[in-house]
């Protein structure tokens, strides 16, 4: 009898570990070699950042939960760094590629990253944090599917296509640094691109896209660029928004959508119209006069060429604040998990604490610079995260030096010195942008997505709570601001680690306009957040030092 229960223990627990191994998540490698090239956007050769060859680079395409593995190879002549854009990196910012957290990859030298879209679907892009890389290229689409079992709440589409949209400079991205350094702006783009590409406009473009006639696609558009909002419309079609940032929205059709820097939109197009060429149209916002570009699209088996009259775009910044408000979640329908969007109920929970970010821009000895509340970020050659995790903050910077609510005497002077604020683990806080420039700011957070239940104008008051999407705002992790408004954000930071607020301006983020937060595991725990892997780069203060023995432990 002994032996038939031991035989049976031992069958349940090889039963058991099997079904863990079946469980794993499966595995992705990548080999990227970053390399500088040449390429002519805009007509004009100039240098650019390849990727395996390819501007932009290649499209990421994963599912929910896969390990991604990409081991990248810097053959340029300076560090580099990829942030993969909206990836929340649970419990594992050492993936998370901005300087605050990793060391670049030096000139010459490979960096393996392993991250996993954890419980996410949706639409991303990935881009260079390191100097002005991002101006010259090294960007591309990030896709994160749904997994088969997970029911999606539209029809299946018959193909996927990514368009990435930005704005382009001709003149080199040290070039724009040297402007940045010496305190000037980067001033009006040159031109606007979509797919790397600017289109002539007069028919003999080659097709970025092909459609079967009746059929269905799923339609993701990113605004890669460097500072501009950007507005995308395809002639005589309409694109029904299903997903913004990850998160599905109730399903609407848009004539033309605003998309601002950092944000994407997954939209799904039908081919119901005559078979022939349409051009697919760009064009920018808010700038005193308009660029624009298009990009052919091509019916298989049309006939005929697209008409030379392009849709018109809107103008104003109201147009675009009403369309903000349109958005909404879908509150039934799941996301990555099976359960409904809606069983999150984010307006019950009470608010803990609300900082309140007012962006500034100044001069400091005379140049340039951009800060949140009187403080413009700078890196220091220490990685922040490193700096905390080997237990020498005090040597590299200091935490809390701006206030959650400032005053206006605070904003009126710029300094600048790391920006690192704490906050507490799990709290449930609130988060209000203020814009007292006349520009349209956009606003992303690493590490986490929100709900952004208020874009209004004027000035925040605790009143204006009053005027909260607290049942079905959208949870996503970029939000634009408009000129003197503000924008209010919710969300519960339950995701140790470092993780960057920054402007999504590259302008205005490579001169201070950013800061990170420290999300600390109460109990050291690994539950709440892993150890510093063993291949990650060392530099600055603690290049050379041993790691910390395992400073989390436990469940």
């Avoid at 300076?78 to 957290?101: A, M, S, V, Y």
């Avoid at 969300?491 to 960057?500: H, V």
């Avoid at 937060?517 to 291949?535: F, G, I, Q």
């Amino acid at each position: 009898m002994r032996g038939a229960k031991l035989l049976a223990a031992f069958l349940y627990l090889a039963a058991a570990a099997t079904v863990v191994v079946r469980a794993e998540d499966p595995y992705f490698h990548h080999v990227w070699n970053i390399t500088y090239g040449t390429a002519s956007p805009l007509g004009v050769p100039q240098q650019v950042i390849l990727i395996n060859g390819q501007f932009p680079g290649p499209n990421l395409n994963s599912t929910s939960n896969n390990n991604i593995i990409i081991n990248v190879f810097n053959n340029l002549d300076e560090p580099f760094l990829l942030t993969w854009n909206g990836i929340q990196h649970r419990k594992n910012c050492w993936q998370d590629g901005t300087p605050g957290t990793m060391c670049p990859i030096p000139p010459g030298t490979n960096f393996t990253y392993h991250f996993q879209p954890k419980d996410q679907i949706g639409s991303y892009f990935y881009y260079p944090t390191t100097a002005m890389h991002r101006a010259a290229g090294g960007y591309g689409g990030l896709r994160v599917n749904s997994r088969l079992l997970i029911p999606i709440p539209y029809n299946v589409p018959e193909d996927d296509y990514t368009i990435l949209i930005n704005d382009w400079y001709t003149k080199s991205h040290t070039q724009l640094k040297k402007f940045l350094d010496g305190g000037r702006t980067l001033g009006r783009p040159d031109g606007v691109l979509i797919n790397g590409k600017a289109g002539k406009g007069d028919g003999s473009d080659a097709p970025l896209f092909t459609l079967k006639p009746g059929k269905s696609y799923r339609v993701r558009i990113c605004n890669v660029g460097l500072r501009t909002s950007l507005n995308f419309r395809i002639q005589n079609h309409k694109m029904k928004l299903v997903e913004m940032e990850g998160s599905h929205v109730l399903q609407q059709d848009f004539d033309s959508l605003d998309i601002h820097v950092g944000q994407c939109f997954g939209t799904i197009v039908t081919a119901n119209q005559e078979p022939k060429d349409y051009y697919m149209v760009a064009s920018s916002r808010f700038l005193k006069s308009v660029i624009t570009t298009t990009g052919l699209l091509r019916y298989e088996g049309g006939k005929g060429p697209a008409s030379s009259h392009l849709p018109a775009g809107p103008v104003g910044w109201a147009w675009s604040l009403n369309q903000f408000r349109s958005f909404r979640w879908n509150l039934t329908s799941n996301a990555a998990r099976p359960n409904p969007q809606g069983s999150y109920h984010y307006g019950k929970i009470n608010i803990t604490r609300t900082i309140k970010l007012v962006n500034t821009q100044g001069k400091v000895d005379g140049k340039l610079r951009y800060a949140f509340n009187g403080i413009s970020h700078t890196d220091p050659e220490t990685p922040l995260k490193l700096a905390e995790y080997f237990g020498i903050s005090d040597k590299v910077f200091k935490y809390n030096i701006i206030t959650d609510n400032p005053t206006e005497e605070q904003t009126k002077s710029i300094k600048i010195e790391p920006n690192v604020i704490n906050i507490t683990h799990r709290n449930f806080i609130e988060v209000v942008f203020e814009n007292h420039e006349k520009s349209v700011q956009s606003w992303h957070l690493n590490g986490y997505s929100f709900f952004a239940v208020a874009v209004e104008p004027g000035t925040w008051t605790p009143e204006k709570r009053k005027n909260y999407n607290l049942l079905d705002a959208v949870s996503r992790h970029t939000v634009q601001v408009y000129p003197k408004c503000w924008a209010a954000i919710l969300l519960t930071f339950d995701n140790c680690g470092m993780w960057n607020i920054r402007s999504e301006n590259t302008e205005r983020r490579y001169l201070g306009q950013q800061l990170y937060v420290s999300v600390l595991s109460p109990e050291k725990s690994l539950r709440d957040e892993y150890n510093m892997p063993e291949t990650s780069l060392q530099c600055g203060l603690v290049k050379n030092t041993p790691k910390p023995a395992n400073p989390y432990a436990g469940a």
